[in-house]
């Protein structure tokens, strides 16, 4: 079946910092992929997505690239910010249901 | 502005209390979504519409139901809030792509 795997969190870094946070998948077909971001307290917001292969998706200074070679969709930052503190999800699009398949999410704390 | 919303924001509750949470969107889309999430950690699909009339569970199994008799709400009830409720609720909606979320509903169940 399909899944999302993310890198395990929390994910210390200084402001500034290259941020990487790892996100491979298993799927049938070719889904679309997604992030989003959850900020403390608040509900899940769309950061990028990509919906086929060799895709990039950017917003806010963050990237991820559609790899089928590698199923991967790693989400890229080269210079974060303390503001970019939250937990990061990325998940697949089941197109048999129109249904979203979840990482279980890495919190990334940015000290200043 | 198109958006999709979430009330109430918080609700502390006694046990055995019936309770609704509420969420609407403007939007119009047809697929709806709610999740159970502990705080930053993974979400749990409890129910979803595919349009009006239409309603599933969803993957966690959940004490409590949905109805979808208009597009644009989708509201979630618990006949009886127990302790193990405890936890925030999120709704999304969908035009077959991504979902958009609402800032979600924190339930404590005292």
């Known amino acids: 079946g399909n899944s999302v795997t993310q890198m395990e969190g929390p994910v210390t870094l200084s402001e500034e910092a290259f941020l990487t946070i790892n996100c491979t998948y298993t799927?049938?077909?070719?889904?679309?992929l997604f992030w989003y971001v959850q900020y403390p307290g608040e509900g899940l917001q769309l950061l990028l997505k990509?919906?086929?292969a060799d895709d990039k998706g950017s917003n806010k200074g963050f990237e991820a690239t559609y790899r089928k070679e590698t199923t991967s969709f790693h989400l890229e930052k080269g210079s974060v910010q303390v503001s970019d503190s939250a937990v990061y999800f990325c998940?697949?699009?089941?197109?048999?249901?129109?249904?979203?398949?979840w990482g279980a999410g890495t919190k990334l704390i940015i000290k200043p | 502005e198109a958006d999709i919303y979430q009330t109430p924001r918080y609700l502390v509750i006694g046990t055995g209390k019936k309770i609704t949470l509420e969420c609407s969107q403007t939007?119009?889309?047809?697929?709806m979504y709610w999740y159970q999430q502990d705080p930053g950690m993974e979400l749990h699909l409890i129910h979803y519409?595919?349009?009006?009339?239409?309603?599933e569970k969803g993957d966690l199994s959940s004490e409590s139901t949905v109805s979808r008799i208009r597009t644009e709400h989708f509201p979630l009830t618990l006949e009886s809030a127990r302790p193990s409720h405890t936890s925030q609720y999120l709704c999304?909606?969908?035009?077959?792509?991504?979902?958009?979320f609402g800032p979600g509903t924190r339930l404590t169940v005292l």
């Open positions: 999304a909606s969908s035009d077959s792509g991504a979902q958009y």
């Open positions: 939007m119009g889309h047809d697929k």
């Open positions: 519409s595919y349009g009006v009339n239409s309603t």
């Open positions: 799927a049938t077909g070719y889904p679309s």
């Open positions: 990509a919906t086929k």
């Open positions: 998940a697949l699009s089941d197109r048999s249901n129109y249904q979203l398949i």
